[in-house]
Each structure stands twice: as structure tokens, then as C-alpha cells.
């Protein structure tokens, strides 16, 4: 006890020396550990989220100005703790001495680095916002020595390695390339392949021909309670949030990824939806949901009335389906069946890209992307049962047209044309 009143000052200073580094290493671990969704909502809240958010805006300041207090720390710390233990060592006191060596090693890696940092990635958010303000307050204080770093930095590139060329992008060749290359798996290989043709394919896809119809998707006006769902999942995976006014679809509430919810208001788990024209590429949607964070587009016509949503369920189906087909993905049937004797039932949502590729035929251009569209333009009006006609190579009779479900029409070649699988 004697000496542990001896050195108590010491023993204080190094203790105050770790929660300084464990400051500096859970505001590291907490601010880069943000998603996207976390840092948009700090900026849209109170002043410490905003500093937060700000001091992210130049990340390479933040992390230098970390590392340097962090560093500081270390070294004055271990100075103390040397200095301690020769002392001990020099009184007689050769035991305490390692174990003071021994013990101010420990306790740094756990109190300053492992449990700060591993609490501060379980509420990233509560610690970003927390420790924001006092953070900002030491960036400032380096401000002056980060521009000399920087200097330092800059000249060694410069002096050192004045050759120095970043590597170029890899190409989309390339990288079909190294998929054929890396996998000895032909079945692995084949569906890697057949993965990046979809994703190339995506620039050639439109959203409306994707998207699922409008009766094809339930929506709910706020407020949503539990109880509005019945005890099921929604057909898209989603609770789809209107405008209370209206009956367009403003936010989305991924079902699948609550793990705790309250009985009422659903509504206040929501995100907002993007918003996509009808004639925009699914590639571009999906690169939309990417940069703002989002997983449900609202596809709009040229009135800017919802005709359907696309999310991100149903794009990275597309992609990693060989043959993905939304007739199967909504209505848990294949899009075009065989009947026997060059004769077919196909669903009025299937769409003509995969009509010509079933049947290896050309089809004659049009504005339409599904079968419905075509025999609406046939047709010129809404079809009805027993409708029939020719477009292109096949006859059509319409045999299903409900008021509230799918259409479904039966094909079959027409006189004179080739009969095809």
C-alpha cells in the first residue's frame, strides 16, 4: 500500500492517459463505421450530428488528426510507465516493477483499444453524436501540424516514388476474363457468366418492364398498424406507405429486416421510395437506389401517377436468375406454357425479350414491352375473353381477362409460319 501511495500521481496519470486514447480510438472506430443511412441521418439532426457528419466530409483530416493524438498519447503514456517501473526496479521493488511493465501494456490494449472500439461499432451512431464536440474541438487544435503532415506526405511521393502510376479500372471484359480464369467449376463458371450478362443486360431493360404492376402490390395509408397485415407477409416484402391524401407510394418498410416492432405506427420504420419514369433503364434505377441508399423505386408515367414499384429484391433476382421471369416471381407461375399441338398459354405480363428468345424469333417493333401491351395496341381497347387476332408471327385468343388479376392468352402460330420449340 506504501507503495502504491508513492506513486498514486503517476498511477492517476496513466489511467487518465487510457481513457484519452480510448476516446480517440472509439470516435475512430464509431465515425468510419457509419453506413450511409447513419451519416444522412446525423445531418439532418442536431448540431452534434451535424459536426459529426462534418468532420467526416474530409476524412483523411479526421484520421490524421486521430492517429496523431493517439500516438501522443501512447508515447507519453509508455514514458510514464518506463519511468515507473526503473524506479520501482531502482527501490528494490524488482516484482511490482514487471508487473507494472506487464500491466500498463495490458491495460492499454483493452481499456484504450479492444472494448472502446468493439462498443463504439455496436452504436455507432450514439457514439458519433456523443463524442462529436469534443473530437472537432482536438481536429482543430493539429489543424497547424496536419498541414506540415500533408507537406511531408506530399514531397516524399514527390522525391521518392516520382514513378508511381494508380492502377486502372478493370473492365467489364476483364473481369469475365478472371472469372474463367479463377474457377476450375465449369457449373461455377457458367453461372458467374451468366450473372454478368444480366447485369449487363440491365441497360437494356426498362423499369416497366420489370416492375411490379400496381395490382400486383398491396399499399397501406398511414397511420399502419399490425394488425393491417393479418399475419402476412406482404407479396412484395414490403410494407408499401401512400400518401395519406392519396395513393401514391412515398416510403417502404423492409418486412424481413425487423427484428422487434411495435403493434402501431409501422409507418415510422419507413424510408423514402426514389421516384423513376416508366421509360428509364433498370440499370440507371439500380445505380439510384445505390447512391441514395434505397431499396423500393416508385415508377411513375408521364402524369407522374405511381403504375408500379421496383425493388431491389427483384432486381438482383434478375441477375443472378438464369431466367428470371416475373410471372414466376408474382404469380408463382411459368410465363409461357405448352399446351401440345403448336399451342401455348402465356400471361399478359410476360415480356416480349423473352417471348422472341422462347420461341428464336423475330418480332415486330414496337413501343410495348409485354404481351398485354401488344394486344392493347392490337386490339385498341382492353382486351376481353375470347378476343382474338394476329400480331406478328402468332394468333392470339385472349382466354382469361378478370377485372383484378392476369391476363392470360393463348398463342399459336399462325398460318404459313414456322413452328418453332
Not at 443511412?37 to 439532418?44: Q, T, V
Request: glycine share 6%; net charge negative.
Amino acid at each position: 500500500m506504501q507503495i502504491l501511495s508513492d506513486y498514486a500521481v503517476w498511477l492517476a496519470a496513466l489511467g487518465v492517459l487510457i481513457l484519452l486514447s480510448g476516446f480517440f480510438s472509439s470516435s475512430e472506430a464509431a465515425l468510419f463505421y457509419l453506413s450511409p443511412k447513419d451519416r444522412r441521418k446525423l445531418a439532418s439532426g442536431g448540431r452534434a450530428g451535424r459536426i459529426a457528419e462534418g468532420l467526416l466530409s474530409d476524412p483523411d483530416r479526421l484520421l490524421t488528426a486521430v492517429l496523431f493524438w493517439n500516438l501522443l498519447i501512447n508515447i507519453v503514456y509508455f514514458a510514464i510507465a518506463s519511468s515507473v517501473s526503473l524506479r520501482l526496479r531502482r527501490d528494490g521493488h524488482v516484482p511490482q516493477a514487471g508487473m507494472i511493465a506487464v500491466g500498463s501494456l495490458v491495460a492499454l490494449i483493452f481499456c484504450s483499444e479492444l472494448l472502446p472500439k468493439s462498443l463504439a461499432v455496436l452504436r455507432p451512431r450514439l457514439f458519433s453524436m456523443t463524442l462529436a464536440i469534443p473530437l472537432a474541438a482536438t481536429v482543430r487544435m493539429v489543424d497547424p501540424v496536419l498541414g506540415v503532415f500533408r507537406t511531408v506526405n506530399l514531397l516524399s511521393r514527390r522525391l521518392i516514388w516520382p514513378s508511381f502510376q494508380p492502377e486502372p479500372y478493370l473492365e467489364v471484359g476483364d473481369l469475365e476474363r478472371a472469372v474463367e480464369m479463377s474457377a476450375g467449376d465449369v457449373a461455377l463458371v457458367e453461372q458467374e457468366q451468366t450473372a454478368l450478362q444480366n447485369i449487363v443486360a440491365l441497360s437494356d431493360i426498362r423499369v416497366d418492364e420489370l416492375m411490379r404492376p400496381r395490382l400486383q402490390f398491396h399499399t397501406f395509408r398511414p397511420p399502419v398498424s399490425l394488425s393491417d397485415l393479418k399475419g402476412r407477409m406482404t407479396p412484395s416484402g414490403y410494407l408499401l406507405i401512400t400518401d395519406p391524401k392519396g395513393d401514391d407510394v412515398t416510403a417502404a418498410v423492409a418486412l424481413k429486416d425487423l427484428t422487434s416492432v411495435g403493434t402501431e405506427h409501422l409507418e415510422f420504420h419507413a424510408e423514402d421510395v426514389i421516384y423513376v419514369p416508366w421509360s428509364t433503364c433498370v440499370s440507371a434505377a439500380l445505380e439510384e437506389l445505390r447512391r441514395r441508399d434505397r431499396r423500393v423505386a416508385a415508377v411513375v408515367n408521364e402524369f407522374g401517377e405511381t403504375i408500379g414499384v421496383l425493388t431491389l429484391d427483384d432486381i438482383l433476382d434478375t441477375i443472378f436468375t438464369s431466367q428470371a421471369s416475373r410471372s414466376e416471381r408474382l404469380l408463382h407461375r411459368e410465363p409461357i406454357h405448352a399446351l401440345g399441338g403448336d399451342r401455348w398459354n402465356v400471361t399478359g405480363m410476360t415480356s416480349l425479350r423473352r417471348l422472341a428468345r422462347h420461341f428464336h424469333t423475330e418480332l415486330p417493333a414496337t413501343n410495348n414491352v409485354t404481351v398485354a401491351g401488344v394486344l392493347q395496341e392490337t386490339l385498341q381497347r382492353l382486351p376481353r375473353r375470347d378476343d382474338e387476332g394476329d400480331w406478328g408471327p402468332f394468333h392470339f385468343r385472349v382466354i382469361a381477362a378478370p377485372d383484378r388479376g392476369q391476363l392470360i392468352v393463348e398463342l399459336s402460330w399462325r398460318h404459313g409460319e414456322e413452328a418453332s420449340p
